[in-house]
């Protein structure tokens, strides 16, 4: 099995890739909806509003953690998570950077 060589790129492109990778799951992607919409840290209420099991969501929410997107603080028994704003605000960055950099000239294929 072969092995990732991220260090032949920049710090810049493994940071996107991992990113890219943590909301590439339709679970990920609701939970940062949710997130996204509540406008607030989230305590709990995503098993109620997903339908997914609590384990499942938790293990969602560390890959998002572990990513840097989002944030979360103890309040008693519960872990609260919110967006992690300069995370989300660089990686919308990146994200708009790349697309804006293609220009399309319909030569090619």
């Known amino acids: 099995m072969g092995v990732t060589k991220t260090d032949i790129f920049t710090n810049q492109?493994?940071?996107?890739?991992?990113?890219l990778k943590a909301i590439a799951h339709p679970a990920r992607i609701a939970i940062l909806q949710q997130i996204i919409k509540a406008n607030a840290c989230i305590c709990g209420d995503l098993v109620d509003e997903l339908g997914l099991a609590q384990a499942t969501i938790s293990q969602h929410l560390k890959e998002l953690k572990n990513a840097g997107l989002i944030q979360g603080s103890i309040e008693g028994v519960s872990i609260c998570y919110c967006i992690e704003p300069v995370a989300w605000k660089n990686l919308q960055n990146?994200?708009?950077?790349?697309?804006a950099s293609y220009k399309d000239v319909n030569t090619c294929c």
């Open 94 to 99: 990146e994200i708009n950077n790349m697309f």
């Open 13 to 19: 492109q493994n940071k996107l890739a991992m990113q």
